[in-house]
């Protein structure tokens, strides 16, 4: 499948903020590596282009995941639950989804025990 | 590890409906089981009981996950986001997590086929 075909056949349910939540797992490991959301536009040029792009809530602008880093995500399958209100995008994650340098964000127990994977120093990449 | 040992040592970002989002994911096929959301009394319920609780945003009421069908989720760990604003919780699945009968809500690609293992049929379960 090439990159560039993916459609969304499904309708789907964006909230009062025209958002849909949207969960990054990596296409071999399974591991999840992040929760963001989408607007309609930044699904539209993830569809387009099979790379991941999100909205960004905190800087409130379409964000291309690794635009800083290099730290891209190539989508291999969405998926869209039940309800049409979350998607679950299979990737593969160059370098760590996480801004903090590890592969994934959930990289901490609920405890505060470490237990991801340091894949880079953020200083040195930011 | 004890079901009932499980404690949030992270501060926790709520939304502005007192809400953090959680992922559910199979802790032992890494299958990501469905997206919903917590607030303070369905985590202090999830810590509590070792079973998870969500928030019902459509019933805006506690939700005790398979408290119709059985299906119920039991907390195996609990990982937090780099933000503190998504969980995710690996847990052990009984049945299936989805109400239409899949193992999982995202049973679908966006393209509409079905992928998902059904396990039940909801209209014997509900």
Known sequence: MKNNT???GI??????NGLITAVAQ????G????VAYMNA???RMTLKTGIVHYWSRSRSKLWKKGESSGHVQTVKEILVDCDGDALL??????GGACHTG???CFYRTADGDIIGERLFDPDEVY
Chains 1, 2 share one sequence.
Request: cysteine-free; glycine content about 0%; aromatic content about 10%.
């Open 89 to 94: 995008l299979k990737v593969e994650q160059k």
């Open 31 to 34: 591991e999840v590596l992040m």
């Open 11 to 16: 309708p789907l349910k964006y909230d009062d």
């Open 6 to 8: 993916f459609k969304i």
């Open 26 to 29: 990596d296409h071999l490991t």
């Open 102 to 104: 590890y592969k994934s």
């Open 41 to 43: 536009e930044a699904l």
